[in-house]
């Protein structure tokens, strides 16, 4: 990436995405190694690699996996992921000591508000998602958002947690996230 924008991007061959499949410790038996928007991945990836460096941090499993595993598709936790169609699953031990599963979302350009609606009403109905993480690349996607969120989740307390892209891939040894107008959630 060079200005924010991707210059090259390389795609394993047959043979480095077999052996890849080898390394997981669940079976990969329905492959989804295609991306829809590229650069969207390689930031996502550059997210990933920011979260695996916190000490909280358990694990990563971004959308081409969750969508590459029956095995996942049926886990009690995972599955909820899987169907929504999250960008990623990430485990994380919080605050006080105990591990939570969070949605991973990173987007990038603005959508329509019915779109963010339909898609965090669909995480409200989960059970298994301890929370919504939104990487967002400006502040009208933020405001956005938090607007459709106010639509979504009728009488459930918020779990959508906010954060810019810039703020949370950027330097330092936590991430913050924004949850309503005074509540944050940090990870580290």
């Not at 485990?91 to 779109?115: C, D, S, W, Y």
């Not at 891939?169 to 580290?188: A, N, Y």
């Amino acid at each position: 990436m060079r200005n924010g924008r991707m210059e090259k991007c390389l795609f394993p061959c047959t043979k480095a995405a077999e052996t890849l499949v080898n390394a997981w410790r669940f079976e990969i038996d329905k492959p989804l190694f295609k991306s829809e928007s590229p650069e969207h991945d390689v930031r996502l990836a550059e997210l990933g690699l920011k979260l695996e460096r916190l000490a909280g941090f358990r694990m990563f499993l971004p959308e081409n996996l969750l969508q590459s595993s029956s095995e996942l598709a049926q886990d009690s936790i995972l599955a909820d992921f899987v169907k929504v169609q999250a960008d990623g699953a990430l485990a994380m031990k919080v605050q006080n000591g105990e591990q939570q599963v969070f949605a991973v979302e990173m987007e990038l350009t603005p959508k329509h508000i019915a779109r963010y609606k339909d898609k965090l009403a669909s995480y409200y109905l989960a059970d298994t998602v301890d929370g919504i993480l939104y990487v967002c690349g400006t502040q009208e996607i933020v405001n956005c958002l938090a607007e459709a969120d106010e639509a979504a989740r009728g009488r459930h307390e918020s779990i959508l947690h906010l954060a810019l892209e810039k703020d949370a891939v950027g330097p330092g040894e936590k991430v913050i996230f924004h949850r309503g107008k005074m509540q944050t959630l940090v990870l580290s």
